[in-house]
């Protein structure tokens, strides 16, 4: 069955770069959500889209921005990257939000 | 969203099953009790929800106390494979109403 596709799988960054990361949810799904984890740390929720418009926001520093776009795949895109921008993120999709999300395998960002 | 409460760690020995607790008391009529678990820095993985009647699938079960206040989360026959952190989150289940909030969860070590 088709997965959470999620790219890059590695991303290594100077400081004050920019990145965008690429998430294509499940067919069917429409509902996108963008989470950070840290070294050592929880699973933090960024943001997510329900049929391509921001639905929720939590800890989504003002220098990242993200969208949805017409086929559902969504975009993070991160400036004037810091150090401690250095994590996990993990895209997850759901249809309609409800039951079960599923997430992806992740794209491991080193900002040096 | 409810907070929940879990121990930090736990172990158990290959085999036998594993127990991991979860106390929600403030939890809303419309919440429903999902799990998760997350194998060392992959995505979290979806285990099982319930509202309030147990439920079992074919990877755990999930007791529910009747006030709703504390669940169980039960691994029949541990593997080393289970080893994982486990996530218990409450939510409402339709639309965009409350994403999955990861709090704190219980690191599940099994020993052969």
């Known amino acids: 069955a088709a997965g959470v596709i999620q790219s890059p799988r590695h991303l290594i960054k100077e400081k004050r770069e920019t990145a965008t990361l690429k998430c294509y949810p499940i067919p069917r799904h429409d509902t996108v959500y963008w989470y950070q984890q840290g070294p050592g740390q929880d699973p933090q929720f960024l943001i997510s889209?329900?049929?391509?418009?921001?639905?929720d926001k939590g800890s989504i520093p003002d220098r990242f921005s993200a969208q949805q776009f017409s086929d559902y795949h969504s975009e993070l895109n991160m400036s004037s990257l810091e150090l401690g921008d250095s994590a996990l993120y993990f895209c997850?999709?759901?249809?309609?939000?409800?039951?079960?999300?599923?997430f992806g395998s992740g794209t491991r960002l080193t900002v040096v | 969203d409810a907070k929940t409460t879990q121990p930090p760690s736990m172990d158990c020995a290959e085999g036998r099953a594993a127990n991991l607790p979860c106390n929600h008391s403030?939890?809303?009529?419309?919440?429903?009790v999902y799990w998760y678990r997350q194998i060392h820095s992959q995505g979290p993985q979806y285990i099982i929800h319930?509202?309030?009647n147990n439920e079992t699938n074919e990877m755990a079960s999930l007791i529910i106390t009747e006030d709703r206040k504390s669940s169980t989360l039960i691994l029949p026959h541990a593997t080393l494979r289970d080893t994982a952190v486990y996530y218990c989150i409450v939510r409402v289940a339709e639309g965009s109403q409350g994403n999955l909030i990861f709090g704190k969860g219980t690191k599940l070590s099994v020993k052969p």
């Open positions: 319930g509202l309030k």
């Open positions: 889209f329900y049929e391509k418009m921001q639905s």
């Open positions: 403030t939890i809303s009529g419309n919440e429903y």
């Open positions: 997850a999709s759901s249809f309609g939000g409800a039951w079960g999300y599923t």
